[in-house]
């Protein structure tokens, strides 16, 4: 069994910061990549930013500048820095993770539960 336990949503003011975090745990044998993805309401689940093992990002034109993805290889934890919020950040956010159980055999992607993540004054 493997799971993804997300962390760190909330409501935040315009202009304000949060930081997800999300807690890979189980039957691990190696993640591949790691991710965060959003959903607004009534949408279809968008990229937000993804990293590789090797430390390779890539980030939706939207966050820019704006949201930060690392990755603690160690405690299997993937973390989104996300500053100067916008109304229209507004969602439920997915952390995903490509990998290989413990037996080696994959990849396979799994997901989070999802976390809301509100900007509003």
């Known amino acids: 069994q493997v799971h993804l336990v997300e962390s760190g949503g909330g409501l935040v003011q315009p202009g304000g910061s949060l930081r997800l975090s999300c807690a890979v745990s189980?039957?691990?044998?190696?993640?591949?990549?790691m991710g965060w993805y959003r959903q607004f309401l009534g949408k279809q689940r968008e990229l937000v930013a993804v990293?590789?093992?090797?430390?390779?990002?890539n980030y939706a034109d939207s966050v820019k500048g704006r949201f930060t993805i690392s990755r603690d290889s160690a405690k299997n934890t993937v973390y989104l820095q996300m500053n100067s919020l916008k109304p229209e950040d507004t969602a439920v956010y997915y952390c995903?993770?490509?990998?290989?159980?413990?037996?080696?055999?994959?990849?396979?992607?799994?997901w989070g539960q999802g976390t809301q993540v509100t900007v509003s004054s």
């Open positions: 995903n993770a490509d990998l290989l159980i413990g037996s080696g055999a994959g990849p396979y992607d799994y």
């Open positions: 990293i590789t093992s090797g430390g390779i990002t």
């Open positions: 189980g039957s691990i044998f190696r993640i591949n990549v």
